[in-house]
């Protein structure tokens, strides 16, 4: 160990016993940004980038466990990620399967997919079902995974769920409007039935949402980390449960 991974570690456990385990949010959000840019800075090529961010994922799931985080949502596809060009696309969603299929191998993950199908090749579909399917007795986090993801996409889905639900009813225009609630359109969301997130992580400096989880992030605190993700290192999820833990959270209060 060279002098410069000591003061590191030393730094890092520094870190970790000043942070209040009391405090830690219970659901995070990361939007997993920068790979491309890692890659290009380290002379290598954008698959590359893609497959280290990739490979970050299992780490940055066992901070979480060590933290006793229990749920956690990773973008790692959005809807405008469909526009990039198809000799990037097709080897991304190759790597994003090979994570969900090393997620549900793991063991200790519940993995539960977050975005729209209709977009994605029928591949990436069945790999996302089956990961589901074989990890929805694990007790370990929930690990939702948005491939496909986009947050205009989920209200607009969720709305158009909740009108065909009532539609089935036979429940009139004049019934629905009056039943049409904050609640009623989240139990139609991708996420129902699961806490909105309190804290949002996003690396690379980029500080927007992006559509990041527009309609549960609306009390959610934010982290912008200035490394990209494939370098995204234990002391700097440290810091970000660390700025957490910092906040007033009042809720509107």
């Not at 949402?209 to 002391?235: D, I, N, T």
Request: proline share 3%; charged share 25%; hydrophobic share 40%.
């Amino acid at each position: 160990m060279n002098l410069r991974d000591l003061v590191y570690k030393l730094y890092a456990r520094r870190v970790e016993g000043r942070l209040d385990h009391d405090q830690v949010p219970g659901h995070i959000g990361v939007i997993l940004d920068g790979n491309r840019r890692w890659a290009k800075a380290s002379g290598g090529t954008t698959a590359q980038g893609h497959r280290a961010g990739a490979d970050k994922i299992t780490e940055f799931l066992g901070w979480c466990a060590e933290t006793k985080v229990r749920v956690v949502t990773l973008w790692m596809l959005s809807t405008d990620n469909f526009d990039r060009p198809e000799s990037e696309l097709t080897p991304l969603l190759g790597i994003i399967e090979d994570s969900v299929r090393g997620l549900a191998a793991d063991g200790r993950w519940r993995v539960h997919h977050v975005g729209t199908l209709d977009m994605l090749p029928d591949r990436t579909r069945t790999v996302l079902k089956e990961a589901e399917e074989a990890t929805a007795a694990n007790q370990g986090i929930l690990v939702n995974v948005a491939v496909g993801y986009g947050g205009r996409q989920e209200i607009a889905d969720a709305v158009r769920s909740l009108l065909l639900d009532h539609a089935e009813r036979g429940t009139s225009f004049e019934e629905l409007a009056e039943t049409v609630s904050i609640d009623s359109i989240s139990e139609h969301l991708y996420t129902r039935g699961q806490p909105d997130p309190d804290l949002v992580i996003r690396t690379s400096g980029e500080q927007r949402l992006s559509g990041f989880m527009l309609w549960q992030s609306a009390h959610s605190e934010y982290y912008f980390c200035e490394v990209f993700w494939p370098a995204f290192r234990k002391v700097d999820f440290l810091r970000a449960l660390r700025d957490y833990a910092y906040r007033n959270r009042r809720f509107g209060g």
